[in-house]
């Protein structure tokens, strides 16, 4: 009984921790190698925004997700130009998500 209670303690606080999370993640689409072409489905990570300068854990997301978005805007505002390549059509997408790298 008392490994049960633990365990569904050690849960709790577990599942807190990850709702409270103050990270966010700056992703990217990329160009399959193979074929050349563009790949909307690659996730790429790009930078972890994870900061805690501030006192509550709303606060720090919030300042992370800001710094998160201000460099979405930057990268994509200065997409590469490939002159005569087969890249300069090519728009790669940023994105930020919640939490840390993920697959």
């Known amino acids: 009984m008392k490994k049960l209670l633990a365990a569904l ?14 990270e966010f993640t700056l992703y990217r ?5 193979p074929t050349q072409k ?16 501030l006192k509550s854990v709303e606060d720090n997301a919030k300042y992370n997700l800001a710094n998160c ?8 505002a200065s997409q590469p130009h490939y002159r005569g390549s087969i890249y300069s059509t090519i728009k790669v997408k940023y994105w930020c998500e919640k939490g840390r790298f993920k697959k």
Do not use: V, Y
């Open 29 to 33: 689409t990329g160009i399959d190698m």
């Open 69 to 76: 978005e201000f460099a979405q805007e930057l990268f994509s």
């Open 38 to 53: 563009h790949d909307e489905t690659l996730r790429i990570g790009i930078a972890t925004f994870d900061l805690l300068p």
């Open 9 to 22: 303690f050690l849960g709790i606080i577990c599942s807190c921790a990850i709702e409270g999370s103050a």
